[in-house]
């Protein structure tokens, strides 16, 4: 199995950017495809993005596509998530999310392992 934690979170206004890392070990990183999900207060866990394990497939959220970007580097065993352009809605916990397949879905469901998450708030 692998374990993940997550990093990076933190306060940002409106605009501005940050970026996520998952780091992951137990089993070979490169086995699993990843993905990111969030959970905003009273909210059900919804889906952000996922990278195939290679890195050569990614899919977004209609509402981060073109402001976040997802990518792994499999030599550190760590899993990112490029958030630009952040809006107040962007506010959640983010979790990062491990599947022993080369891709992956947008159902949480479809995931095996997650890390504990990160909180991001985005003031306005």
């Known amino acids: 199995q692998v374990q993940l934690v997550e990093s990076g979170g933190g306060l940002v206004q409106a605009g501005g950017s940050l970026r996520l890392s998952c780091a992951a070990s137990?089993?070979?990183?490169?086995?699993?495809?990843m993905g990111w999900f969030r959970q905003a207060l009273g909210k059900e866990r919804e889906f952000v993005a996922r990278i195939s394990w290679s890195g050569g497939s990614t899919y977004y959220s209609d509402s981060v596509k073109g402001r976040f970007t997802i990518s792994r580097d499999n030599t550190r065993n760590t899993l990112y998530l490029q958030m630009n352009s952040l809006k107040p809605e962007d506010t959640a916990v983010y979790y990062c999310a491990a599947l022993e397949r080369f891709y992956s879905g947008t159902r949480r469901n479809e995931y095996d392992y997650w890390g504990q998450g990160t909180q991001v708030t985005v003031s306005s």
């Open positions: 137990g089993r070979t990183f490169s086995s699993y495809a």
